[in-house]
Nanobody
Framework: QVQLVESGGGLVQAGGSLRLSCAAS????????MGWFRQGPGQARGFVAA????????YYADSVKGRFTISRDNAKNTVYLQMKSLKPEDTALYYC?????????????????WGQGTQVTVSS
């Protein structure tokens, strides 16, 4: 059974940091591109960041560029999202996703596997 399990969410004050993790199991994800998406209250699910299968290529939404860093450890089948200088508008349910094929994508329709999400709440 393929599973993606996110962790690391929580409540943090504006300006603070959090590190999200996404542990994959049930198949080998080392050849997949991985992405992070988020869905805030009353909003559609939106792209945050993505990383290629090798980790050599990354891509970020403009709203998080310079503040968030995506990385992966293929030996651990885990992808991370380091979030710094958090803002109240970053409050959302954060999902990780896997895209077979290895190349970065920003559209959620291109990802085949999804986790259940981890809540990030940033207070002002």
């Amino acid at each position: 059974q393929v599973q993606l399990v996110e962790s690391g969410g929580g409540l943090v004050q504006a300006g603070g940091s959090l590190r999200l993790s996404c542990a994959a199991s049930g198949r080998t994800f080392s050849s997949d591109a991985m992405g992070w998406f988020r869905q805030g209250p009353g909003q559609a699910r939106g792209f945050v960041a993505a990383i290629s299968w090798s980790g050599d290529s990354t891509y970020y939404a403009d709203s998080v560029k310079g503040r968030f860093t995506i990385s992966r450890d293929n030996a651990k089948n885990t992808v991370y999202l380091q979030m710094k200088s958090l803002k109240p508008e970053d409050t959302a349910l954060y999902y990780c996703a896997a895209k077979p094929g290895g190349t970065i994508a920003t559209m959620f329709e291109e990802y085949d596997y999804w986790g259940q999400g981890t809540q990030v709440t940033v207070s002002s």
